[in-house]
């Protein structure tokens, strides 16, 4: 799962400077290891479905045992397929979408890359400190996404006002996993819904991480970025 994620970051920042020479080819380019993603995770399907469980860990920061700790399961496994599957749609139609003569497509089609990429790490995290990881990587491209036209001053000012927004909402929801985690012993999330901890620091934290993933789903009152994004 490690060398899936990082082989579509990867792809997608070597399309960066492809724009210029491939055109809006470059999409198509981008579709390839989403889609051969979704066919890597489709043929788990079968066995995920009757109760398997894929898991992978790397460690990170061993001297706070901290690690990349990534886990398939039923549910990673239907949102890793709305990541892919969508993503890889997207492309293919941007491919027919934009003109030859469009600026910025190598970019782009990169930044939907990391994009996916990002969000895969989010589905598939089974720690929380990675799962935050992976939701501020989302935060950034996002940022880069919605000013990829940098010569726009309201392109700037909209992504600039996203990144704020849903950073600071990010930095909530961070506290909000500290307390959890502090509170269950543990970091990792299958480990903390199998003994869900109890206490006031729990609930405080619960409503940390909601206000997080209000203010990326641009929900009332944190809602005002996304018109200005779109």
């Known amino acids: 799962m490690i060398l899936l994620i990082a082989s579509i970051a990867v792809v997608g920042a070597g399309l960066f400077p492809s724009g210029r020479s491939l055109g809006r080819r470059v999409y198509w380019i981008a579709a390839m290891p989403l889609g051969g993603a979704f066919v890597w995770l489709l043929a788990r399907a079968g ?44 492309c293919v139609y941007a491919a027919a979408y934009f003109s030859e003569t469009a600026s910025g497509l190598g970019r782009s089609a990169g930044l939907l890359l990391m994009f996916a990429a990002a969000m895969l790490v989010v589905v598939l995290a089974d720690n929380l400190l990675l799962l935050y990881t992976g939701w501020e990587l989302t935060s950034i491209t996002s940022y880069l996404l919605i000013g990829n036209d940098h010569t726009q001053l309201h392109a700037r000012a909209a992504a600039l006002q996203a990144l704020l927004i849903t950073s600071l ?56 970025w996304l018109p200005s994004a779109m």
Do not use: C, N
């Not at 109760?51 to 890793?80: E, K, N, S, T, Y």
């Not at 269950?184 to 299958?190: K, P, V």
């Open 47 to 90: 066995r995920i479905i009757d109760g398997d469980v894929d898991v992978q860990h790397v460690d990170w920061v061993p001297a706070l045992g901290i690690g990349i700790d990534l886990r398939l399961d039923g549910f990673g496994l239907l949102m890793a397929l709305l990541v892919t599957g969508i993503g890889a749609a997207v």
């Open 169 to 224: 909402g990010g930095l909530v929801m961070l506290a909000g996993f500290v307390l959890v985690g502090q509170q269950a012993g543990t970091f990792r999330l299958s480990e903390i819904l199998a003994d869900p901890p109890g206490g006031q620091s729990v609930h405080v934290g619960l409503v940390l991480v909601l206000v997080g993933a209000f203010t990326k789903s641009a929900q009332y009152p944190f809602h005002s």
